[in-house]
């Protein structure tokens, strides 16, 4: 039984960190519907950042630059590629993100080489022990600052003059920019909010229990595309589900995987993506995900 | 209205424009049937001449462009996004080593005659394809990328960990492909022209055979009803549904299609190799093939071709001439080695073009050659056009 409470709540932190990712590939997709698969070399960007940084100014500062880097590359991708791409079909729009992401990845897989770089967080190895139940702080410290931020985030997206001009942009473009909203500045916004998300999101990817930053990251990252799929990719609501269902399912699976020993080593990384298509099955547009009806 | 700029722009005067504008695009798109036989013989001749780094170079290209054809089939021609091509290609590698390998202590084969297995690797990579159509049928352009996804991480898991099947992590030899008459193998000895004729040259030979057959299959189903169906589903998909195309069977059958082109590719690069290791068939497997497309032109055989021919070339010329070139360092020296810089190149190659040739690199061969067609041929304004221009 504890080892069941101490699975549920490691899946629901790295669930809330997947949401954090997934929840900026989502805004990108509402504000401009790119599909981002640049997002995990965004993510690899914070990461890398903070890692190089954090030795000599400090975790704090250093963390911050990370989120700023990549919001700025972020800001960049959009401003210097996207908006100047002027084709219709969205699926060349998304093979654009990934000529962006085989560029980033490479050079900051290069850069990282063979070695595991650590971010310097202040929580390191300590362990609380709850009734018998052990989990780590860096959980605790993710799923809090995850919904702390996931928070922040709804609640200005629900009542800022920022958040109305995203939901707008999203409900119809057109008519939104004929009310005097600059489109340019809210996909400028989007990419720049979710890269800082994703920095964010890089800090508890590579926290204890993880040994660090190494060239795996950007694939431990692309299990939030799954999550944001799973629950429809133009909903925020579907980003925070998915998140937590492919974290729980990870962590569930990988926890048991001597009982699933017949679906061979590392069931644990795959099971995300089978989760996925069971859903795709079921329901195409993803749980939360508006399906899109046409009149003609 | 100079006259090059009325044949870029044929739709601006349709009534008078027509007819010229399909005079030139015939005489533009007929092959010269001498350069396409000069064409032939060079192709034929490169085993003559090259070396076997050359050739091998060649043949990954060829086969990449066959697996280029039936990825620009689905993304270019219909618009379906797919990362999962590289999981199609392990399947006809893997397809064809098992069906065509001898069962030992360790691993299981069904020891088939290796044309079967063959043939059998390129259908069971469209049964793949065909298990994954309930999917692949619904879901539209991107969210098929993402959801196509899964494929490549539900593959390595199988590749590293169905042993008996896979090899594992070590991989499996590659039985050689023996047709009536000839073997690919480099054993028994073959002398054409005192050039002695190993594996690489034999199989450069089945390769071209292999593309050429690939590319023509893929002309008919673009030029044809098909091809149709697929580009209006592609640019309006109520349209297409509301003229009668049955959206989601295409989609799935254009699917199928497009892992059946994967499976041969996949198989063909398992005979090169001699031996598949499921590393390779990871996730940047699937990028490059998107490279290639975007690279070369969406939506045609031969922007497939001029894609996979540029991306597979570019990290072995890299690596060839790496002492020569600037930033470029040895592999393991610290720089930046051939083969990132290479990824680095081709993946600027692909935003540069999206971003200033649409179209790809065909796209510029077709532009350069309606400019020189255009100054050769200088016409004067039929009549009709004359009277339409105002006063």
Redesign the interface.
Known sequence: MTTFIELVVNGLSVGSVYALIALGFVIIFKATEV?N?AHASLLLVGGYVTAILHDDIGFLPALGAGIATAAVVGALVEFL?LR?????????????T??????LT??LT?RIGTEVLTLGDPWQNGIYTIGGVSIAHTRIAALVTAAVLISAFLLAFRYTSWGVAMRAAAEDSETAALMGIRLSRVSLGAWAVAGALAAVAALFLTVFPTPGLDRSTSFAA?KA??A??LGG?DSTTGALAGGLIIGLTESLVTGYQGDLAFM????G??AP??V??AV??IR?AGLFGTREL?R? | MSDAAQARQPSAKPASSKPASSNRSAALRRPSVPLAVVGAAVLLAFPFYLDSFWLQTGLFAISAAIGAIGLNLL?GAT???SMGHAFFLAVGAYGYVFLAADSDTKLTGLGLPTPVAFAGAVVMAGIAGGLFS??AG??R???L???S??LI??GQ??L???ESVTGGFNGRNVPPLELPGIVFDDSPELVVFNVPLGALERLWFLGLVLLALAAWLARGVLRGRPGRALNTI??H??AAS?MGVPVARYRAGVFVLSSMYAGTAGALLALIFRRTVPEYFG?FLS?DY??MI?IGG?GTAAGAVIGAIFVSLLPQLLTRYSDGLPLVAAPGSGG??PA?AS??L??????AV??FL?GGLLGLWTRLRMVVTARRAPRTLPRLEKEEQPA
């Not at chain 1, 990934?98 to 560029?103: E, L, Q, T």
């Not at chain 2, 081709?346 to 935003?351: L, R, S, T």
Request: glycine share 8%; charged share 15%; proline share 4%.
């Open positions: 599909v698969f590629v100047r791409a002027t084709v219709e079909n969205h699926a060349v729009l998304a093979i654009v990934i000529g962006v992401d085989i560029m490479t050079e290069r692309m595309f799954p944001a799929i990719l061979g080593r590392g069931i990384e795959v993506f089978l996925m298509l795709l099955l195409p046409t003609v | 993304t618009g379906q996004l309930p999917i619904r879901l352009g991107t969210y990328g993402i959801a996804l899964a991480f539900i898991h199988v590293f960990n169905a592609r640019d998909e109520v509301v996730m990028l998107l490279a975007v969406l930046v080695s990132e990824r680095i081709y993946g600027a190659a692909v935003v999206v971003l649409p």
